[in-house]
């Protein structure tokens, strides 16, 4: 939500955001339309292969419900006015963010290291707009 939020920057540089999610596609028509999502592509992979390929991790209990993860991810949800809805899949599945070049290799990637780990709009839009230029 926090990169659709700054979607026409992303169109700006040329890039097209994309989530991956381990739900049906009944879940992901539903996260669109909960979340206000219109035009985002959410695509679903229930067996989280592309999560593995991309090497996001499973959370340990740490990592998902020590203190100092609680207290970021009710910052985060504070400030951004973003709560997380009902997981679906597997709850313990870490995420990340990729930036895809149009050749198909990954020109930068953060993959998530609790659950509070998520990298700046900015870093990401900066990478997106190195990729389309090196294109």
């Known amino acids: 939500m ?3 939020r700054h979607r026409e920057d992303f169109d700006r540089v040329g890039a097209r955001l994309v989530v991956i999610g381990q739900g049906t596609p009944r879940h992901a028509e539903h996260f669109i339309e909960e979340y206000g999502l219109d035009g985002m592509q959410v695509l679903v992979d229930p067996d989280r292969k592309t999560y593995e390929a991309a090497g996001a991790k499973i959370a340990t209990v740490d990592e998902l419900w020590h203190p100092r993860i609680v207290a970021r991810g009710t910052k985060i949800a504070a400030t951004d006015r973003i709560v997380q809805g009902r997981t679906q899949g597997h709850a313990a599945q870490l995420g990340g ?3 895809v070049a149009r ?3 990954i020109a930068w990637a953060h993959m ?3 659950a509070s780990d998520n990298p700046p709009t900015e870093e990401v839009l900066q990478a997106a707009r190195t990729a389309a230029d090196t294109a």
Do not use: E, I, R, Y
């Open 2 to 4: 926090q990169l659709h």
């Open 97 to 99: 963010v990729l930036v």
């Open 103 to 105: 050749d198909g290799s």
């Open 112 to 114: 998530s290291d609790d």
